[in-house]
């Protein structure tokens, strides 16, 4: 093959690996080069968590499945201890794809190159699918779990999107053998990470199974439906499959803790707020407000984080000084200034998708055709109302 060809053919592919990696590593400059770390109060509370299933392990060589640490002790697959065998084929790819949990830079790769294949698998062009992709990881959001240390959020959200792939190569270009492969093997990585991630995407999944079934049963292809089906279900079964132990374990314990329902700390007279599992107040703390929803096209709708650090310069530090503030502690005062004013309890900051991409999202209702961008909208929709749960 001549070198041309080969440009032609591979050049967009080179040309959005170097850019997702530059990208990578500017962004996380400090921690590349500078060996900085990011103080993130969850990471750093997950290994004050199993310190003492660290030391037990490496004093002994031995995994614990038990806690004295937590609570008044628990099992300690719940915060990672203990050793699952039944993945070790995909050890190598999961420790790869998984690497973002110890090195910023690493995320944004993995969040570039998995919406970089859900674009080309939807047939985008490979330069629009390297600015999608590039749009799609720099939402505020995917920025905000890394500070707080979500690092299974971060994994999911971006390797359950390649299954989402899948379904589409599978049901839409009938690639039956690529779609399954990915399905079953990001499913399988990215579901025991984050399952609750996984829930979301897997049900914006149940959308476009429906999208899929009007144009089946309006051409009478029902025999490609029913496969397409099968091969999709099986795939993405057998990659649940593999971490099931870890599903039925966390299951069993669940079913005596508050989230299952199970607790002796309940408040009799509060009938309205219980439920089956975590109280009404307890499960829709962290919910959005309604208003919130504009921070998705307006950035700082809701004033960003919690705790902002403002310099002197700050119009917040001249009005504190201007009122006889001293400027000591003008200055302490701004170094952590409350800027949120939303209904959550706290937050790292809102979550901003941006204005161009909300009005590429509405474009794109209008001048694409087809049953998808109906069940996309409806998941956007769904997505929202179910973020704004009132508490």
């Not at 504190?320 to 409350?338: G, I, K, M, Q, W």
Request: charged residues 15%; hydrophobic residues 45%; contains cysteine.
């Amino acid at each position: 093959m001549k070198k041309d060809s080969i440009l032609k053919r591979y050049g967009a592919y080179i040309a959005a690996a170097i850019i997702f990696i530059v990208l990578a590593v500017v962004y996380a400059w400090p921690e590349v080069i500078e060996g900085k770390v990011i103080n993130a109060g969850d990471g750093f509370t997950a290994q004050c968590a199993v310190q003492e299933l660290s030391r037990y392990n490496q004093e002994t060589g031995d995994h614990s499945w038990w806690t004295g640490s937590m609570f008044c002790g628990m099992p300690s697959y719940q915060i990672g201890g203990g050793e699952y065998t039944s993945s070790r084929l995909l050890a190598p790819l999961d420790a790869i794809l998984h690497r973002g949990h110890a090195h910023t830079a690493w995320v944004f790769l993995i969040y570039f190159f998995c919406f970089f294949i859900l674009l080309r698998s939807f047939e985008v062009d490979p330069w629009t699918s390297i600015a999608g992709a590039i749009g799609t990881a720099l939402s505020s959001y995917f920025i905000i779990v890394i500070a707080a240390g979500h690092n299974g959020k971060t994994s999911t959200i971006a390797l359950i999107s390649v299954v989402f792939a899948a379904f589409y190569l599978i049901f839409h270009l009938k690639k039956y053998g690529i779609g399954a492969i990915m399905a079953m093997i990001f499913t399988a990585i990215g579901h025991a990470t984050h399952p609750q991630m996984a829930y979301y995407i897997f049900m914006m999944t149940g959308l476009c199974w429906f999208a899929e079934l009007v144009p089946h049963i309006r051409e009478k292809r029902y025999k490609d439906f029913i496969v397409a089906t099968l091969i999709f279900g099986a795939s993405v079964g057998i990659g649940i499959g593999t971490n099931m132990a870890g599903v039925f374990a966390n299951a069993e314990y669940t079913s005596e803790t508050m989230r299952g329902g199970h607790s002796d700390l309940v408040k009799e007279s509060d009938s309205v707020n219980k439920t089956s599992g975590l109280d009404l107040d307890y499960a829709t703390q962290w919910s959005y407000g309604k208003a919130e929803t504009f921070s998705l096209l307006i950035p700082g709708f809701m004033g960003g984080a919690s705790t902002v650090e403002l310099g002197p310069q700050s119009h917040m530090y001249k009005a504190l000084v201007s009122h006889d503030v001293r400027p000591t502690e003008a200055r302490n005062f701004c170094r952590h200034a409350p800027m949120y004013w939303g209904e959550q309890p706290f937050t790292a900051g809102n979550v901003y998708v941006g204005a161009i991409i909300c009005f590429l999202f509405i474009l794109g209702l209008l001048v694409v055709r087809g049953p998808y961008k109906w069940a996309l909208l409806v998941a956007t929709l769904f997505s929202i109302f179910l973020s704004a749960v009132p508490p």
